[in-house]
């Protein structure tokens, strides 16, 4: 147990962000009645054993590389809304380990992930700057804590940005799939490192998929066994 971080939460303990007890950012409670349950497919919403894709929901549509994709909950559930984006100040950034455990769970739940050596976590990498100036890319911090619970090694270092993306949420959404494409590329060596891999993308929040399906194409050029995403939040 990490000394500092006990004394600072008997000081300011944590609390719900919903219901005000103490100890969770959103305690086990609150995120059972906002969790997304049912397994489906992400694209049609209709049901789907451990939310595999249906072959012809995805075929030539952004997300066609993926495998499956887990979302934890609603991104208009206004406090899950007012989490993340509070997780993004370093202050708050407690709350991805919350969220972490959250989803590690979730996806446990649904899935053993053995053997485990097959399995890498990555993050959608931020341009050099962007992250020189945060200080931190959340994603990556909320992916650390995921691979920690599920005993899943990580890497960063497998895909880069390496072309600046505007701000994007002015865009439209096709806008925004042309923006994002060939804004990445895989790292020198990455491509012995993830063959024969399954690989899973974690992030906060999702909308266009532009970003993440970008990603697992520059991925599914290397020979990736399975993709899946790992998400807070989307619609
Ligand atoms: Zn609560
Ligand atoms: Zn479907």
Redesign the pocket.
Known sequence: MNILKTIKDIIAPKKCYSCKKEWHFLCPECLQKRQLHSE???????P?KNFL??Y???KGTILEYFEKIIILAHYKDNYIAKLIKDSKYNHKKDILEDMAHYLSSHILHFDNLLPKEEYIIIAPPMYFLKKWKRGYNHSEILAKHIAEKLQIPYDFSLVKKIKYTRQQSHLTKEQREKNIISSFSLTKNANQKIQWKNIIIVDDVVSTWATIGEIARVLKKSWVKKIVALIIASD
């Open positions: 489906i497919c992400y694209i049609c919403k209709k789907s894709l249906h012809n929901c995805k």
